[in-house]
Nanobody, 117 residues
Framework: QLVESGGGLVQPGGSLRLSCTAS????????IGWFRQAPGKEREGVSC??????RTKYSYAVQGRFTISRDKNTGYLQMDNLKPEDTGVYYC??????????????WGQGTQVTVSS
């Protein structure tokens, strides 16, 4: 089971750092992905990171503002210069690759990120 944390309310231009852990197991064998879903919209891919090489991929919407990273047991998404359009529920995913929702097998329950003044 994947568990996200670190969401919250932040003003435009602010930062948040999301974390993803695996309850009862390790993430070291899997690529990790981050996805988000805004109200009334479909879930979309934000970023993903591979295992050994640390290869990363970002959506055009967050390129240059978000940074994905990981250690053996935790995945991270550092979000800087946040914009109101970044608001949504952010999900962590594991065992897969890419920015398509169908690309990953395991999913967390999500954490709310709200960017508002």
């Amino acid at each position: 089971q994947l568990v996200e944390s670190g969401g919250g309310l932040v003003q435009p231009g602010g930062s948040l750092r999301l974390s993803c852990t695996a309850s009862g197991s390790t993430l070291s064998d899997y690529a990790i992905g981050w996805f988000r879903q805004a109200p009334g919209k479909e879930r979309e891919g934000v970023s993903c990171i591979s295992t050994v090489s640390g290869r990363t991929k970002y959506s055009y919407a967050v390129q240059g503002r978000f940074t994905i990273s990981r250690d053996k047991n935790t995945g991270y998404l550092q979000m800087d210069n946040l914009k109101p359009e970044d608001t949504g529920v952010y999900y962590c995913a594991a065992k897969g690759w890419g920015l398509r929702v169908t690309a990953f097998e395991y999913w967390g329950q999500g954490t709310q990120v709200t960017v508002s003044s």
